[in-house]
């Protein structure tokens, strides 16, 4: 989806009870690893996905969220080969990318090695050249003219998004015909959930039909990851949300802004996240790589960049990662377009300090099940301080040493987490961009 995301209205259709997230063991127990497909292989398609398997395992991910792998739309269509984001059939697969034969290849060797697979999927519009353009033409949102309409904000204005049609939910055969295509997804291949792009665009009320329809429909766990930040995504039953305030925070920390306020608003969201509910962690996505920098230029190289991973992973909620992050590649990946990923980085080091911030939040218990509270410093507004349980994380937000005590928490003795050393003093000596995770 594109950057600028805002709150909609819902329309006044039937009104459905809210539904709770399940407590399911894999989706509280996982990492998630974004795929663009175009981007992931030189080949740039579903067995090149299927051939980097080992790659994604290596980082300590256990979830594949592929990006769009539906036809793209070509009416309309912007930059050289068009928005995944405009799909043209929500029940085939783009040829560029392969057969139906390939995308069961890969959905079969993800789950034999224990991982799974989430499709994206886009609930709020489609490519000007899908047959439901033609075939339900009352699916869509029309104008004063009578024309179908290019996305509106929820204000009612229209977007830039011309290359796609506003798909209109107060229309029940609309509704009924969207969850038929994802419930087509789960039947078929086994999916193991959905990313739903623009979430918040689309009417709450159709979430509340849509999502108990898809949980049982399903043998399995579904993880359901709104592409939203607002905490109600969590009462219509989705999994997981997105942290993009904390992530907005982040970068405004980097910028000189109060380390400690940083932490003071992810505790109060974390008192304020519904029951089942979690945030999906991240420093860049295909959006933010896109419109945005990769973290490598963003927070001031890798150092900048893996500090501010370590601060934003580790706190309560789901880490992502996006393809080429593992490597800190310092390429800006477009969406219309195709630019294999460089793999082969000088730094050799950046795979294995993702897995083991990834392989933390995974199995200590500190960060799986301990709550967060904020701890001070000699040096609150430059060093990102929390505890998780019996951990403590500090991560030093600016580009010069901090020596720092810590309140409430003995460092002295303390094993660092990242690099197995045992901390001999009463203070901490943080470099530029230095981070430390430490458990007595």
């Given at each position: 989806?594109?950057?600028?995301l805002?709150?909609?209205?819902a329309?006044?259709?039937?009104?459905?009870?809210?539904q709770?997230?399940?407590?399911?063991?894999?989706?509280?127990?996982?990492?998630?690893?974004?795929?663009?497909?175009r981007?992931?292989s030189?080949?740039?398609?579903l067995?090149?996905?299927?051939?980097?398997l080992?790659?994604?395992?290596?980082?300590?991910?256990?979830?594949?969220?592929?990006?769009?792998?539906?036809?793209?739309?070509?009416l309309n269509?912007?930059?050289e080969?068009?928005?995944?984001?405009?799909?043209r059939?929500?029940?085939?697969?783009?040829?560029a990318?392969?057969t139906?034969s390939?995308?069961r290849?890969?959905v079969?060797a993800?789950?034999?090695?224990g991982?799974h697979?989430?499709?994206d999927?886009?609930?709020?519009?489609?490519?000007?050249?899908?047959?439901?353009?033609?075939a339900?033409?009352?699916?869509y949102l029309?104008?004063?003219?009578?024309e179908?309409?290019?996305?509106?904000d929820?204000?009612?204005?229209?977007?830039?998004w011309?290359?796609?049609?506003?798909?209109d939910?107060?229309n029940?055969?609309l509704?009924?015909?969207?969850?038929?295509a994802m419930?087509?997804?789960?039947?078929?291949?086994?999916?193991d959930?959905?990313?739903?792009?623009?979430?918040g665009f689309?009417?709450?009320?159709?979430?509340?039909e849509?999502?108990?329809?898809?949980?049982a429909?399903?043998?399995?766990?579904?993880?359901l990851l709104?592409?939203?930040g607002?905490?109600?995504m969590h009462?219509f039953?989705?999994?997981?949300?997105?942290?993009w305030?904390?992530y907005g925070?982040?970068?405004d920390?980097?910028k000189?802004?109060?380390?400690s306020?940083w932490?003071?608003?992810?505790?109060?969201?974390?008192k304020?996240?519904?029951?089942?509910?979690?945030?999906?962690?991240f420093?860049t996505?295909?959006?933010?790589?896109?419109?945005?920098?990769p973290?490598?230029i963003?927070?001031?190289?890798?150092?900048g960049?893996?500090?501010?991973y370590?601060?934003?992973?580790?706190?309560p909620?789901r880490?992502?990662?996006?393809?080429?992050?593992d490597?800190?590649?310092p390429q800006?990946?477009?969406i219309?377009l195709?630019?294999?990923?460089?793999?082969?980085?000088?730094?050799?080091s950046?795979?294995?300090?993702?897995?083991r911030?990834?392989?933390l939040?995974?199995?200590d218990?500190?960060f799986?099940?301990?709550?967060?509270?904020?701890?001070?410093?000699?040096?609150?507004?430059d060093?990102?301080?929390?505890t998780?349980?019996?951990?403590l994380?500090?991560v030093?937000?600016?580009?010069?040493?901090?020596?720092?005590?810590?309140?409430?928490y003995r460092?002295?003795?303390?094993?660092?987490?990242?690099?197995n050393?045992?901390?001999?003093?009463?203070?901490?000596d943080?470099p530029a961009?230095?981070?430390?995770?430490?458990?007595?």
């Open positions: 989806m594109r950057k600028s805002l709150l909609l209205t329309v006044p259709f039937a009104t459905l009870p809210a709770m997230a399940p407590d399911t063991s894999w989706v509280q127990r996982s990492a998630v690893y974004e795929v663009f497909v981007d992931f030189p080949t740039g398609d067995k090149g996905v299927t051939a980097g080992n790659r994604i395992q290596a980082v300590g991910a256990n979830v594949i969220w592929l990006m769009p792998i539906y036809p793209v739309g070509v269509h912007k930059g080969l068009g928005s995944p984001y405009a799909v059939d929500y029940e085939a697969i783009n040829p990318f392969g139906e390939d995308f290849d890969l079969r993800a789950h034999n090695r991982m697979v989430i499709l999927w886009v609930a709020n519009h489609t490519a000007w050249d899908n047959p439901w353009i033609k339900h033409p009352d699916w029309h104008n004063a003219k009578g179908i309409s290019v996305p509106v929820p204000q009612g204005h229209l977007t830039d011309t290359d796609v049609a506003q798909l939910y107060k029940p055969e509704r009924k015909g969207m969850i038929a419930k087509y997804w789960i039947d078929t291949y086994q999916i959930g959905f990313r739903m792009d623009a979430a689309v009417p709450d009320a159709f979430w509340q849509c999502i108990p329809a898809l949980r429909e399903s043998r399995n766990a579904l993880m709104a592409e939203w607002d905490l109600k009462r039953g989705f999994d997981l949300t997105y942290a305030d904390s925070g982040l970068k920390v980097w000189g802004k109060p380390a306020a932490v003071e608003r992810e505790i109060a969201d974390q304020a996240m519904p029951k089942g509910g979690a945030r999906m962690r420093t996505n295909h959006d933010e790589t896109a419109w945005d920098k973290p490598v963003l927070f001031g190289g890798a150092p960049a893996r500090a501010a370590v601060a934003e992973a580790l706190l909620g880490p992502e990662i996006y393809n080429g992050q490597v800190e590649s800006t990946l477009g219309f195709q630019q294999p990923i460089q793999w082969d980085q000088p730094d050799k950046a795979v294995p300090f993702y897995h911030i990834i392989s939040d995974l199995t218990p500190s799986f099940l301990g709550p967060l509270a904020e701890v001070g410093t000699s040096a609150p507004n060093l990102i301080a929390y998780r349980g019996d951990a994380v500090v030093n937000a600016r580009n010069h040493e901090i020596k720092t005590t810590v309140n409430g460092v002295k003795g303390a094993t660092n987490l990242l690099t050393a045992v901390v001999a003093g009463d203070t901490l943080l961009y230095g981070a430390v995770v430490l458990e007595r």
